[in-house]
């Protein structure tokens, strides 16, 4: 496989840069750490590494040092396609470089070769009881599929550390090639009539999610390349890249790590605010049987404030402009559907939300995050079961964070463990800070 070469290719100079950058500077002050950031969920506290995305509070996230629009624009599309290949990608995440369309089609490739879903995992996710989430249906199909790990089996007769990366680079397009697959099954089992549809070897990765899903309408296989490519990677520090990470520093393999990711991708305040997002468009919707005026919606949005809610969307960790995942998937909606009314409704949120969000609310980022727009798109394309939404994010996110793991077990990252004080411990610090 070329890209293992590739990547073999690279090993040696990155060993020995992170070996010097430890030997000369390990004991180099980064970053320094208040009572407020320890309580506060550790915000901004520089403390992981990656090469692959970088959040940038201005201008938001860059993928191997590539803006989105860069992506857009550089990464290899098929003939005849608008959204760039999901398997030149994953290619770009793993490598470092902008690939040639022959290399995002030897991923293709590969995942398609992958792709077949053991019988076993159906049985366990028809086993399931009918109301069960599907993003537990997610973690537990890729759980079921730990049994198959190459790096555990590897590592319980024998490997040695500097070869780690192989079999999980193995796991990762293994287990990737099949999330498609998984992710469809589950739409149909929960939502259609529970029959798989099988990938087709002709299709490339957003066409055959296309096609498992059964979505005829065109246009979905460029809207699933361009979800795939926004939700990818979001540095280390969010809660499904950071799960996924600390899960595989205890040297867990990738499915073990990418299940543990999948369910912090479950939480309200994380990857589930984008079914919150459908939801809370479709219930302005409803409320005025359409389209509002800008005042009505400033005054509904007030509404939601004041009932002590969140407005779904808007807001972010880090961020501190619009998300410019947001703006392409806008610009996405305005070429191809602007007539559609709930994203119509998606746009006019953003006339009018962050005034509302910066006159009554305490948020530092009053600007949409990729979760505002994402859940309209896929409503247009007839996927309106809210639940689902996540489960897309989470295939997507499966992409960035596997090859963060690759990458971890390449340079040898160890088991994390931060430490821990008391309030009393906290307490004491504090007062001999003010001397007291
Ligand atoms: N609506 C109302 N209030 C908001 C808000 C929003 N969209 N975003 C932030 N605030 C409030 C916070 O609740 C907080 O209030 P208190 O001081 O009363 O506790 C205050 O503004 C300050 O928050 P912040 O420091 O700006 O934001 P955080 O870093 O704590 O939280 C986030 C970030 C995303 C959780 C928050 O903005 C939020 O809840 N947004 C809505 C949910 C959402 O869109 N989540 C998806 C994020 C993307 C992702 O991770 O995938």
New binding site residues.
């Given amino acids: 496989m070329n890209l293992k070469h590739k990547i073999a290719g690279q090993l040696p100079d990155w060993r020995a840069r992170v070996k010097k950058l430890l030997a000369e500077s390990a004991d180099v002050k980064v970053d320094e750490v208040n009572i407020g950031q320890i309580y506060g969920g550790m915000?901004n506290i520089k403390s992981l590494v990656t090469d692959i995305s970088y959040v940038d509070p201005e201008q938001g996230i860059r993928l191997r040092g590539y803006t989105i629009d860069d992506l857009l624009e550089k990464l290899p599309k098929q003939p005849g396609h608008e959204i760039p290949l999901v398997g030149g990608l994953y290619y770009l995440l793993l490598v470092g470089e902008i690939p040639s369309l022959e290399e995002a089609n030897e991923i293709e490739s590969e995942w398609k070769k992958r792709s077949k879903l053991p019988g076993y995992l159906f049985d366990v996710l028809k086993a399931m009881p009918v109301d069960t989430h599907p993003m537990t249906l997610l973690s537990q199909g890729i759980l079921a599929l730990q049994r198959e790990s190459l790096f555990a089996h590897h590592y319980h007769t024998g490997l040695k550390k500097d070869e780690y990366w192989d079999p999980m680079l193995e796991d990762s397009l293994n287990l990737t090639a099949k999330l498609p697959g998984i992710a469809a099954f589950i739409y149909r089992l929960k939502y259609k009539d529970g029959n798989y549809i099988a990938p087709d070897p002709a299709l490339d990765f957003g066409q055959n999610f296309a096609r498992m899903m059964g979505i005829e309408a065109s246009g979905y296989d460029e809207l699933t390349r361009l979800y795939m490519l926004l939700h990818s990677d979001h540095e280390s520090g969010?809660v499904s890249a950071h799960a996924t990470h600390l899960v595989g520093s205890a040297l867990s393999d990738i499915y073990y790590a990418l299940s543990a990711g999948m369910n912090g991708l479950a939480g309200p305040?994380?990857?589930l605010?984008n079914q919150e997002c459908l939801g809370w468009l479709l219930s302005v919707y409803d409320e005025f049987g359409g389209l509002p005026t800008k005042e009505q919606l400033y005054q509904y949005a007030l509404k939601t404030?004041q009932g002590g809610l969140?407005?779904?969307?808007?807001?972010?960790?880090v961020l501190r402009k619009t998300d410019p995942r947001f703006s392409a998937q806008l610009a996405f909606g305005k070429k191809h559907f602007p007539e559609d009314q709930i994203f119509a409704l998606a746009s006019l949120v953003y006339d009018v939300v962050p005034d509302v969000?910066r006159d009554h609310?305490?948020?530092?980022?009053p600007w949409p995050?990729?979760?505002a727009i994402s859940g309209s798109l896929q409503h247009h394309y007839g996927v309106r079961e809210f639940d689902f939404l996540t489960v897309l994010f989470g295939v997507s996110r499966a992409l960035g964070v596997t090859t963060n793991a690759v990458w971890a077990r390449a340079l040898g990252q160890p088991l994390e463990r931060p430490k821990s004080l008391s309030t009393a411990m906290l307490e004491a610090v504090a007062a001999k800070a003010k001397g007291s």
């Fill in positions: 915000r969010n305040l994380h990857g605010a404030l969140v407005i779904p969307g808007y807001g972010h960790a969000l609310s305490r948020t530092k980022d995050n990729v979760d």
